[in-house]
């Protein structure tokens, strides 16, 4: 007789990225965002695998909306925008499009993403949220800081030239 084990709560599938899991993430990213990566996060952890992809898919679609992207538009036409208003480059907008393609293979076709699968499909997204949301956001903190340490600074005291 074969036994199935389950753990409540569920163990960990995925290790969260230091950034999303630090108290300031919440204040890099918007509120939605993050409790749609919450979700995501969750139903890969229980093994959920069509709501995982479609999870990541939707967080994406989350991200794109947040970065004034048109909601009605398609997933490529989101892309290309995305592409031309310089938010991600040609190599991104690839792994995103397969990203994308995955997620409606399993909505739509009834595709079943193996756990491999979703770890790239959620290292994909993270990537693109990490540039995106959290990598400008620590940037312009830092920026504010050098400016402050650039005022407390003392100037350099002129040599006299000599004789």
């Known amino acids: 007789m074969d036994e199935n084990v389950a ?9 969260r990225p230091e950034w999303f899991t630090s108290v300031s993430f919440e204040w890099e990213v918007p509120e939605a965002l993050h409790e749609a990566m919450t979700e995501m996060y969750v139903a890969l952890d229980n093994g959920l695998m069509r709501l995982s992809a479609a999870g ?13 992207i048109d909601p009605s538009l398609t997933f490529a036409e989101k892309l290309d925008e995305l592409v031309s208003t310089s938010r991600i480059n040609g190599v991104d907008r690839t792994r995103l499009e397969t990203l994308t393609e995955a997620g409606h293979a399993s909505i739509h076709r009834g595709w079943v993403p193996k756990v491999d699968d ?21 940037q312009k903190k830092l920026d504010e800081r050098s400016a402050k340490l650039r005022d407390a600074v003392p100037p350099r005291k002129r040599r006299r030239p000599k004789k």
């Open 7 to 15: 753990y409540w709560p569920a163990v960990s599938a995925r290790k």
């Open 118 to 138: 979703l770890g790239t499909m959620a290292e994909i997204l993270e990537h693109f949220v990490f540039r995106t949301f959290v990598e400008p956001a620590r």
């Open 56 to 68: 990541i898919r939707t967080a994406f679609d989350i991200a794109s909306e947040l970065l004034d």
